[in-house]
């Protein structure tokens, strides 16, 4: 069965399009920019539960707030080379990037050592301008990027 996720990738014109993204967190993302940011999205299961409803829950829980309320439309599906595929919904809005409270998920760390740390799923969000956010976005969701910006023009 494919690994299927849901997200929501919110933009503003301020007076530029930007889009706001999570920097993705645990020891392997740590220091590093490049292809280290995620639309807020997580996996779920087709049938389970609406892909809308499954992106608004993962918003939530790795921005630590309920995404705003706004009109959302399907922005379209990404599959990544892994064949992992996305769902993106996108809605308009100003929302307050400064109070990131992710879930945490448990990893052994260090490697081997038998211990396991927590750590959050995303430890940092911000607004990116489009041509900003390509460099930091992980690659299969960069079409999402293009996608947006046929459809706000």
């Given amino acids: 069965m494919t690994e299927t996720s849901a997200g929501i990738l919110l933009y503003r014109r301020q007076p530029e399009l930007e889009v706001f993204l999570g920097h993705m967190g645990g020891p392997f993302w740590r220091g590093k920019d490049a292809a280290a940011w995620s639309i807020p999205k997580g996996a779920f299961v087709e049938g389970e539960e609406q892909p809308l409803a499954a ?58 050592s038998g211990r396991r740390q927590s750590f959050p799923e995303l430890d940092a969000a911000g607004w990116f301008t489009l041509d900003d956010a390509a460099g930091r976005l992980v690659k299969g969701q960069r079409p999402a990027l293009a996608a947006l910006a046929r459809l706000v023009g």
């Fill in 55 to 112: 992106a608004r829950r993962e918003f939530e829980e790795e921005i630590g707030r309920p995404a705003p309320e706004v009109d959302y439309v399907e922005l379209g599906r990404f599959r990544y080379a892994s064949g992992k595929l996305v769902w993106v919904f996108v809605g308009e809005s100003d929302f307050d990037a400064s109070d990131v409270r992710s879930n945490t998920f448990e990893l052994e760390w260090p490697p081997r």
